[in-house]
């Protein structure tokens, strides 16, 4: 039993597949993961800071102090914009909002009033967005109270002069950490009506799949090689790029395929409205099979066996999808998980479609998240042809 054990134990070891799966898999996902959730505590905590746009239309002294004080927070970063800039900046995702000040804030704040605030945002960034209406609430709070005690002061003042020895005036406030205080209005994917989760589920969904799916085309040139087909082809007319590219082509083509079939699943059983866009709609998914198909081959060219093959697949796939928002939508991501994501293909495209359905942005600003997967297929392909003789096609 023991040296049966011994065998398993040593074979197990071995298996460089079965050692990433088992170990180092789960070590790295727990890290990003733990980044992930022990990110929402640190974001809470008002660790990172918090961007925020403001447009000041009352422009008086006091609207001015009141963005002197956010200004001074510690974890915000505030920054002036004209109306329809701040607009443009929220619906592109830029900023999770933009604060408002209306003509009559100051005769509201003078008058204890409700002062014409309002919180201008992006449903999809609401941990960001629950951050900034908390920090504005509990400013306008203070902000109201030091007026209006201000206020009694000066009365007070007034009648202690004319009234020695008088009764003074009581500086109590009714003023609380009300939401009410401040108007929330949300701009970004009310024209669609679309659900923010179905967005993240469709889009998160279908190019986790995607990468699962050209990962195994990848790792068949790998087979062939091992059972001797990739030989037998050399002997003939066929050079080692077209056997390359014949491989891309059909990776490419079940990538389009595959992402067609969800997308219209999706809007025939889920009431994801695929007609908002067709063009850029069309344009993202080509540019996406592009990306990832040119990713399988890339993994086959690095690749010694189809073992290693399909235990690197794994990793990477996993890995590009935890940090590219196929898991875990990243506007619950902390920061420093939004700055790394930008090297995934996942990050890329979901974000493509989030402009698509959820910001129903123009082509002209989708571009240039088409033009990023393209630019990636073309350099992983042009590494896969001068990886493909080194590592595929060499005759052990």
Known sequence: MLKLFKKDLMLFFNDQRSFIITFLLPVILITLFAFAYGGIGKYASGSETLQLLVVDLDQTDLSGKFISDLDSLNGVNIKDSDFDSAIDLVIEGKYAGALIFNKGFKDSAMTGGVMPVELLYDKEQELEVG??????????????????MQKYNEVNQQLQGQYPGGEMLSQGSAITSNPSLLKMTSIVGEKNDLNLGLIQAVAGTAILMLLFSVASVGTSILEEKENGTINRLLYSPLNSQTILYSKMLFAFFIANLQLTVMFLFSWIFLDLDITVNLKALALMIVSTAFAVSSIGIFLAAIAKSRQQALGLSTLIILVMSA??????????MPEIINKIAIFSVNYWSIQGFYDIFWRSLPLSEIFPKILVLIVIGIVLTI???RLFNKSVLKII
């Not at 209406?133 to 902000?143: G, K």
């Open 383 to 385: 590494l896969s042809i």
């Open 323 to 332: 940090i590219g928002g196929s898991m875990i939508p990243l506007f619950i």
């Open 131 to 148: 951050m900034m209406q908390s920090i504005i609430i509990n400013t306008l709070v203070s902000f109201s109270r030091n007026i209006l």
